[in-house]
């Protein structure tokens, strides 16, 4: 899946620790982008010779590589059922004041 930068929370691949408990290493976190981890990657975009990643895109590494690790199937979700989820989110969040 890749990074929807109109939906997502963008950083720069740099400041990626920060938003991973644990705070790891900028070069685990580059090694999970460029290279991955039991063949799953970190998403990333290049945008203006800068790589970026998305809270959204760690979260779904994390759940990709623990199901791995746990012997399930990756979640996944079709783009129709992310586009749903974030309309529904949106509305619910319109529906607080937010």
Same mark, same amino acid.
């Given at each position: 899946m890749s990074i929807d930068i109109t939906n997502e929370n963008v950083f720069p691949v740099r400041e990626a620790p920060r938003h991973i408990p644990g705070r790891p290493s900028q070069a685990s976190v580059w090694r999970w982008v460029l290279h991955g981890v039991g063949g799953i990657k970190l998403d990333s975009i =290049?945008?203006?010779?800068?790589? =970026?990643?998305?809270?959204?895109?760690?979260q779904r590494f994390a759940d990709a590589r623990t199901a791995a690790v746990n012997g399930e199937a990756a979640p996944t979700r079709t783009p129709r059922q992310r586009h749903r989820a974030i309309h529904a989110a949106d509305a619910a969040l319109a529906r607080d004041g937010i």
């Open positions: =290049l945008m203006g010779g800068r790589r =970026l990643t998305s809270s959204e895109a760690i």
